[in-house]
């Protein structure tokens, strides 16, 4: 009888161990998912779906926010920053795909316009910060780079 007890703890051990961490996992969401589910409603990613060789591009949109989240004037698109500086130096400097990259640039600049405040991680945000977000217009996933 006693060794049947045993053999029956040990199971609902085993089974604990191999399933709380995946219960537990579902409950929370990672920033990129609520960030993605945000940009989601705002942001006309199926749209682009049309166009060809979308998927080849993931510009990165760089957003100040302040310690509450809430996003401020001065978004901006990276790769289409970086040219425009470049071109200053250097007037033939070239982006491959730059005119996907200026399409999609206006339609992410539009979508943080309609977005006030975003959720603060756990950690929360430096004063005066900048979020770098990368997005996919081929899945409409957005992926956090860095804050």
Not at 113 to 132: A, T
């Amino acid at each position: 009888m006693r060794s049947f007890k045993k053999k029956m703890l040990i199971l609902l051990f085993g089974v604990n161990i191999m399933y709380a961490p995946g219960i537990a996992g579902a409950q929370q969401k990672t920033f990129g998912e609520e960030l993605t589910e945000i940009f989601q409603e705002v942001w006309p990613y199926k749209a682009f779906l049309a166009i060809p060789k979308i998927n080849e591009i993931a510009p990165r949109l760089i957003i100040p926010i302040d310690s509450f989240g809430k996003v401020q004037e001065g978004a901006r698109c990276a790769e289409v920053d970086d040219l425009d500086l470049l071109r200053e130096l250097n007037p033939k400097a070239i982006l491959p795909r730059e005119h996907l990259y200026r399409l999609s640039c206006k339609s992410l600049l539009t979508a943080i316009s309609k977005i006030e405040d975003l959720p603060v991680p756990r950690n929360g945000f430096k004063d005066d910060s900048n979020l770098v977000l990368k997005f996919y217009f081929g899945t409409g996933i957005v992926q956090v780079l860095t804050y």
